[in-house]
């Protein structure tokens, strides 16, 4: 099972928003609504951020929303901070009782 | 709160064995499974394998398969991974995870442990 597509690098000024795809196949994240998305700052755990799609975890801000198009989950940040500045990792369930990451993607706040 | 809390990394020689523990607190561990998931140094997340809430099924990645085994001790609330025939490409942070139910999704992590394979 191959790894999630994920733009190596994304970056925006503070106050604008942007997105973060995350590409599979019709097997894959065509096939389930069991897309999550998780933060991570450099030497530190991952942090849930979505999951199924387009949920958040208590805690997380309304600022983070997640959709999927096809074979395509997306994250989207809006009113970007500097404090959002991380690495972003997508994940699937694929089928056959696995889960698949992304390659994870850098946002840089400007 | 949830806490999960990773130990024995360190380094082993190729094909030695080395086992992971997970203490986890916070939450009725029999209600929930599991997984694990590691980071190489530098690269991205990979999923290792899961444990589910029964304690009996257990899924891993091909890479591993035949070479790691999940477990958990209830009475101590502990989480296990057995990681036998280690090989270079293993070397990783590895972290504890748990499930977030129906979601395949790792609601919480642990700071996680690190595994060193080099002669």
């Known amino acids: 099972q191959s790894a999630l597509t994920q733009p190596a690098s994304v970056s925006g000024s503070p106050g604008q928003s942007i997105t973060i795809s995350c590409t599979g196949t019709?097997?894959?994240?065509?096939?389930?609504?069991?897309v999550s998305w998780y933060q991570q700052y450099p030497g530190k755990a991952p942090k849930l951020m979505i999951y199924?799609?387009?949920k958040r975890p208590s805690g997380v801000s309304n600022r983070f929303s997640g959709s999927k198009s096809g074979n395509t989950a997306s994250l989207t940040i809006s009113g970007l901070q500097a404090d959002d500045e991380a690495d972003y990792y997508c994940?699937?369930?694929?089928?056959?009782?696995?889960?698949?990451f992304g390659g994870g993607t850098q946002l840089t706040v400007l | 709160q949830v806490q999960l809390v990773e130990s024995g990394g360190g380094v082993v020689q190729p094909g030695g064995s080395l086992r992971l523990s997970c203490a986890a607190s916070g939450f009725t561990f029999t209600n929930f499974g599991m997984h694990w998931v590691r980071q190489a140094p530098g690269k991205g997340l990979e999923w290792v394998g899961h444990?589910?809430?029964?304690?009996?099924?257990?899924y891993y990645v091909d890479s591993v398969k035949g070479r790691f085994t999940i477990s958990r001790d209830i009475s101590q609330n502990t989480l296990y991974l057995q990681m036998n025939s280690l090989r270079p490409e293993d070397t990783a942070v590895y972290f504890c995870t748990k499930d977030l139910s129906g979601t395949w999704a790792s609601e919480y992590w642990g700071q996680g442990t690190l595994v060193t394979v080099s002669s």
């Open positions: 994940c699937s369930y694929v089928g056959r009782n696995l889960v698949v």
């Open positions: 199924d799609v387009t």
């Open positions: 019709s097997s894959d994240v065509g096939s389930y609504n069991l």
């Open positions: 444990i589910r809430y029964e304690g009996i099924t257990k």
